[in-house]
């Protein structure tokens, strides 16, 4: 009786491993999602937000750096201009939603961005935006219930009671600002193994990296100018959009041409290849002002202290908007495969992402754009 138990227990746990074992190799599929037309506005004027902040970000700042944003994740800043200026006609053009309600307008953008950012479970997003002020500007009871329904806004306080004047007998303290802070933590889905190689952050400089090796078959893209490659995040959902200029070219030619229609002419011209792909691991932060890189913008406007438009949040007449900044965080992690050397026969067949190039991670399904930069230096 007791050797009969003993069989039954030894199927019963080697059909337990076996069934552990299948789910762990099992493939994992990203999470289908369908979005509403008044969202598909939203992604679109979002995205085109994007394009136009990383040209200007370009042109006002070093060429030779990094550049990153999250076009997405302004969606809960500029939520919070439209609700302080009544509704402001400027400000919902940018959206792309001049005829839908304020109301309306909110909940499209909180579903979208919930949608988006916990759809993966394989990804880490962290999203909080902040509205910093001084007590003194007597927030409205609006305001805070508007704060409430929105989760992941915050009301700050400076601890200053600095009075000085400004300008037109303005203070100091009658300035707000609104800052966002995004971080995203994920890995690239078909990592094999990892190694280091070099990386050329300009012609005549290069420095040893940690390269990540994902073999699969990949999305890939090649002409004259360019070489572009779309890997997977996590479980799928997520993109990351590779475009490497050929050494003879560089990324300004790539911003010159960087619009919609470039990228969907890209995105219809991919064929299928199977590659090992050689992508420098990514430990990136950049913090940048919107302030001059909205000049194109109605919106920059209301950075000034006579714009006098911002009722709804304070009863104080003189507060304006003093700054709008963005912090973004992207950091891959490496699965726990152990690191190996590079062999010259390995090379065959392989992609490697060895120079400064661009990056635009988006959603599968809805093809919002969560970042969009420059990688100059892949760890800074």
């Known amino acids: 009786m007791k050797n009969i138990k003993h069989i039954i227990a030894i199927i019963f746990i080697f059909s337990l491993f076996s069934l552990c074992s299948r789910e762990q190799s099992a493939p994992v599929s990203p999470h289908l999602i ?106 409205t009871n609006e305001f805070k219930k508007f704060i409430r329904k929105n989760k992941i806004i915050k009301i700050d306080y400076y601890n200053s009671d600095n009075s000085s004047q400004i300008s037109n007998n303005i203070s100091k303290t009658s300035l707000f600002n609104i800052e966002n802070e995004i971080s995203l933590k994920c890995n690239f889905k078909y990592q094999t193994g990892k190694t280091e190689s070099p990386f050329y952050t300009s012609p005549d400089l290069s420095k040893f990296v940690e390269m990540l090796i994902c073999k699969s078959e990949f999305n890939f893209y090649s002409d004259d100018i360019i070489k572009a490659i779309e890997m997977p995040l996590g479980r799928g959902n997520y993109n990351a959009l590779i475009i490497l200029p050929e050494s003879n070219q560089s990324l300004q030619n790539i911003k010159n041409k960087l619009n919609k229609h470039y990228i969907n002419r890209i995105n219809s011209k991919f064929r299928k290849l199977n590659l090992s792909v050689y992508v420098p691991q990514l430990d990136i932060k950049y913090n940048y002002s919107l302030n001059k890189s909205m000049n194109e913008c109605s919106i920059h406007k209301l950075f000034s202290t006579k714009a006098n438009k911002f009722k ?18 992207i950091k891959t992690v490496s699965k726990p495969i152990e690191s190996k050397k590079l062999f010259e026969n390995e090379i065959k ?28 230096n892949p760890v800074k």
Do not use: C
Not at 319 to 325: A, G, M
């Open 34 to 139: 369908k979005i509403k037309p008044e969202q598909k506005q939203l992604v679109s004027a979002d995205n085109n937000m994007g394009y136009d902040i990383y040209k200007n970000l370009w042109n006002l700042k070093n060429q030779n750096s990094n550049i990153l944003i999250s076009p997405i994740s302004l969606n809960k800043p500029i939520s919070i201009i439209l609700f302080g200026t009544n509704n402001n006609y400027e400000v919902r053009k940018v959206l792309q939603f001049p005829n839908l309600k304020k109301e309306a307008i909110y909940t499209e953008i909180n579903q979208l961005n919930n949608t988006i950012f916990n759809i993966d479970e394989h990804s880490e997003f962290k999203n909080i935006t902040r509205f910093l002020t001084h007590k003194q500007n007597n927030i």
């Open 312 to 329: 709804n949040i304070s009863t104080n007449k003189d507060l304006y908007l003093n700054k709008l900044s963005q912090s973004v965080t």
């Open 349 to 376: 067949n392989s992609f490697f992402i060895d120079h400064p190039f661009l990056l635009i991670i988006t959603e599968k399904y809805s093809g919002s754009i969560l970042f969009i930069g420059q990688i100059i």
